[in-house]
């Protein structure tokens, strides 16, 4: 089995509490002050070793307000930071899940082979009520998870299911012909 390589700590970084949803105006304060403290001009006359590690550092910031300061790359890190999202994972989505989009598959399909507007828009009223479904409850769970005092698996494992069904989503969302 290969070695999982580990992941830089974003949130210790900018000495930020982890949380699927960081202040902004913190993450972006951060992100100006160690940009001046690491700016590469400032180093021009130190060694190659000092410039690099300097080079680095600014990387590693521009890396942390890339994924801090946008929520969907955020929750993705958390849950991997977490070491509950791993790369290539194959997660089974709930039966339950499958079942309903399944259905909503067919319609896409049907769709494919006889165009119908009435036909789209019912898809795509169905698409947007699961996403707002998902988008809800991932904001509970989320805010559940950064109010605990104590880290939870099982909330964590809950905030897992609904990335992987919000990703499935964005899937068909991509199908979905404009209307």
Known sequence: MSEQKKQPDYFEFYESPVSFK????????????????FHPDFYANESEA???EVLDLSTLNNKAYQILSNSKR????????????????AYQLPQSFLMEMMDVNEALMDLEFEP?????????????LIENELDAELSKLTNQFDE???ESE????????VFYRQKYIARIRE????P
């Open 22 to 37: 960081p202040d902004l105006n913190v993450v972006k304060a951060k992100f100006y002050a160690l940009s001046k403290k």
């Open 50 to 52: 000092k410039q690099q």
């Open 74 to 89: 955020t929750l993705q890190y958390v849950l991997e930071l977490k070491g509950v999202v791993v790369a290539e994972e």
């Open 116 to 128: 119908d507007a009435e036909k789209l828009q019912q898809v795509n009223d169905d698409v947007n």
């Open 148 to 150: 605990a005092s104590a």
């Open 154 to 161: 099982s909330l964590l494992k809950d905030i897992k299911d």
């Open 175 to 178: 199908k979905l012909p404009k």
